[in-house]
């Protein structure tokens, strides 16, 4: 007779089952922490990894999808509404600055890409290429037909690189300036060109290391902005108006104008204050264009001899009485200096024919802050010949070098410590994303990047080596204002509210990435607000990388669930153990059909 033993008591099994899975989970994780790569590739595959499904569902067991937009929503730009805009005055084109919608008429459904819309041609045959269903509108190649800035061949638009003021090219054009300033040692990297057309003269001046914020209003130029974002240039919709332009004071090297059709002389020389602004200490201002050599032109411009050179004057005067130099008028272009520094600028309060200087404020502050008839403060100097808030390295050595305003202290609490560890870190960390999306290290598969929360610009600057550029946002809600530093590393970026629409055409980016974001907007306004706004700007198939506390990432998957985005949530590079993780996400591949109806389309073959 066979011996019985005892059954084993329910606690020492219990025990024995707790021991077990605890020396599981340390295997799982001391397997993490020697191969990260190995352990995402588990995250991707094993059940048990895979975070609770807390996705809306219907009762059919289906996610809770957003609704697709209507057609005559493919082109939204939700605070440039074209409708919404003619409530406001048409005075000093007030009504093309940003009016948003009010939290009511914020739309909750996914804006539609155009029927056959196909990813853009990759960089750089995207400078001259385009495909015409993804901006179908044909009205500039007849308007601007002689001016050489867009051809329209078949099934895509061809970009001669023209402009009204250079119709033989904006290559030979840059030449021209070339020989008036210096555009090769480096000294000019950062330029802003008010009414960018397509975007051309940017598009040119960046095989020469200059980066150019390029901006325009949404007007009877039709698209121009899309058109320059459609090509991989930097690009955002704007208007010089009442409001400051949305940059930081002594941002950029250099200011373009061509034919760009500003009434500088008019309500007190008020908009060529804000260029003042926003140009750096030396920094140059480029005319082209009415008035200059109206000797030649007056005729072919259908205006007077005596009203083009009454704005030629009262230009020359407004530009003297900004303690500008007139460097040389040359042809068809003109160029002015800014001083250096305002030690010997003398401002007469009493003398109508100078601005007088600001009074004390903050002269970054630029999101809906009122443009000023006064002249910003330059740093203070102790002689003649110092540069105010000191020289900049030139290019590339601008990206490493401690930026001035750090060096000097004016960003509370960023020492030359804390940009060193910030650059190291953001090298680490992109390291560690290429890591994840293999396709960061292909050239071509991105170009236009955002980050939505860039500090001082470390991912951008892990980036600079990749044939990309990144719109380094400083949302106006942190509590330090580093959009400066970013400027002074040779990077370009802008404000932004993320509760509202950013002043962008919708699919303007390939690549988006979100560091903290939602944990900055916690309560102050709707995760699918933001979310919604984030699938408006990304072109079907880009990627998105957030890093959040894990409890916001779980919250902001069930929301991208909804989009129909594939996303997956990893570690970040610092391991297991932290509570900071990464939301992977790729935007699906989606357009409307071609019918024009809601329904979304399905991924060609």
């Excluded at 989970?25 to 397997?31: E, T, V």
């Excluded at 009016?99 to 914020?106: A, S, T």
């Excluded at 041609?121 to 290429?129: A, I, L, T, V």
Aim: hydrophobic share 35%.
């Amino acid at each position: 007779m066979a011996s019985k033993w005892p059954s084993p008591k329910p606690t020492r099994k219990i025990f024995t089952i707790s021991l077990i899975f605890l020396l599981c989970i340390c295997a799982y994780f001391l397997g993490l922490r020697q191969h990260p790569s190995s352990a995402i590739a588990l995250l991707r595959t094993t059940p048990c990894t895979t975070l609770p499904n807390t996705t809306t569902t219907t009762t059919g067991g289906k996610p809770n999808y957003f609704p697709a937009c209507g057609m005559e929503y493919s082109e939204y730009t939700p605070c440039e509404d074209t409708k919404r805009s003619l409530k406001f005055t048409r005075h000093r084109l007030i009504y093309r600055e940003r009016h948003c919608p009010e939290k009511e008429e914020v739309l909750k459904c996914r804006i539609p890409p155009p029927p056959g819309y196909r990813n853009p041609f990759p960089w750089p045959e995207s400078r001259d290429y385009a495909w015409y269903l993804n901006v179908p509108h044909k009205s500039l190649t007849v308007e601007k037909a002689v001016q050489n800035w867009i051809i329209y061949e078949g099934e895509r638009f061809r970009f001669p690189g023209g402009g009204t003021m250079f119709p033989n090219g904006a290559d030979a054009y840059i030449d021209k300036i070339g020989k008036l300033i210096n555009l090769k040692d480096g000294s000019i990297r950062t330029a802003i060109d008010t009414g960018c057309g397509v975007g051309s003269w940017g598009a040119y001046l960046l095989s020469r290391d200059i980066v150019t914020m390029s901006f325009a209003p949404r007007d009877t130029h039709e698209a121009q902005v899309q058109f320059a974002l459609e090509r991989g240039v930097p690009a955002l919709i704007g208007v010089l108006s009442s409001k400051r332009l949305p940059y930081p004071s002594s941002a950029f090297d250099m200011a373009h104008c061509s034919r760009c059709l500003i009434p500088w002389p008019q309500h007190d020389g008020i908009l060529l204050i804000e260029v003042d602004r926003v140009l750096r200490p030396g920094g140059y201002w480029i005319l082209s264009g009415p008035p200059i050599n109206w000797k030649q032109h007056w005729k072919g411009w259908q205006r007077t001899k005596e009203d083009l050179n009454s704005e030629q004057l009262a230009i020359e005067k407004l530009a003297k009485s900004l303690c500008w130099t007139k460097l040389v008028e040359h042809g068809d272009i003109a160029i002015w200096q800014k001083p250096i520094n305002h030690l010997n600028c003398k401002t007469n309060p009493k003398n109508t024919n100078n601005p007088p200087f600001c009074k004390p404020q903050d002269p970054d502050k630029a999101w809906y802050t009122e443009m000023q008839a006064c002249l910003t403060h330059l740093p203070q100097v102790s002689s003649s010949k110092e540069i105010a808030g000191g020289k900049l390295a030139r290019w590339p050595e601008r990206l490493t070098a401690i930026p001035q305003r750090v060096s000097r202290g004016t960003v509370k609490g960023v020492t030359e410590e804390t940009f060193i560890h910030d650059s190291e870190l953001w090298r680490k960390r992109l390291s560690y994303y290429r890591t994840i999306n293999n396709q960061l290290s292909q050239p071509g598969r991105y170009r236009n990047f955002l980050d939505m929360n860039a500090f001082l610009g470390g991912f951008a600057a892990a980036l600079v080596d990749d044939p990309v550029w990144v719109m380094n946002v400083v949302p106006v809600d942190v509590k330090v204002n580093t959009l400066g530093v970013i400027y002074d590393r040779g990077l370009i970026g802008t404000y932004q509210d993320w509760c509202e629409a950013m002043s962008t055409y919708p699919r303007t980016y390939d690549f988006i990435h979100a560091d903290s974001v939602f944990s900055l907007y916690e309560n102050r306004c709707e995760r699918e607000d933001i979310l919604l706004e984030i699938d408006r700007i990304l072109r079907p198939e880009g990627s998105v990388i957030f890093r959040e506390n894990i409890d916001i990432l779980t919250k902001i998957k069930t929301i991208t669930d909804r989009l129909n985005w594939s996303s997956q949530i990893v570690h970040s590079e610092d391991g297991s153990y932290h509570m900071e993780k990464l939301l992977f996400a790729v935007k699906n591949y989606w357009t409307a059909s071609p019918e024009h109806s809601n329904q979304q389309g399905s991924k060609p073959t």
